[in-house]
Nanobody, 116 residues
Framework: QVQLVESGGDLVQAGESLTLSCRVSGGNINTFVMNWYRQTPGKQRELVGQIDRYGKNTFFLGSVKGRFTISRDSAKNTMYLQMSNLKPDDTATYYC?????????WGQGTQVTVSS
């Protein structure tokens, strides 16, 4: 029922900013905890950040803390990952995810590439 669609990935230069979107269908984002993950080829996905049901950022990966912010727009049923001062190490496929055991919901991912 629930579907997640990421968008906004792009090729950017180090130091630039980029905002990713995750549109949710089949459910109200205000009822979910939502996560952003990222994955580099050859590595496991890592949790980048989390937003709770009240719109509060409850977790950030240490390497992105202070540079990334998660927000949401209830009217659009969309979550955002705002990234600033991007670094080459931020290069990855970014995924939005709703934990809903036993069947978590994942988007297909959007590619972010940061060049030096």
């Amino acid at each position: 029922q629930v579907q997640l669609v990421e968008s906004g990935g792009d090729l950017v230069q180090a130091g630039e900013s980029l905002t990713l979107s995750c549109r949710v269908s089949g459910g109200n984002i205000n009822t979910f905890v939502m996560n952003w993950y990222r994955q580099t080829p050859g590595k496991q996905r890592e949790l980048v950040g989390q937003i709770d049901r009240y719109g509060k950022n409850t977790f950030f990966l240490g390497s992105v803390k202070g540079r990334f912010t998660i927000s949401r727009d209830s009217a659009k049923n969309t979550m955002y990952l705002q990234m600033s001062n991007l670094k080459p190490d931020d290069t990855a496929t970014y995924y939005c995810m709703i934990p809903f055991r036993p069947a978590d919901f994942w988007g297909q991912g959007t590619q972010v590439t940061v060049s030096s």
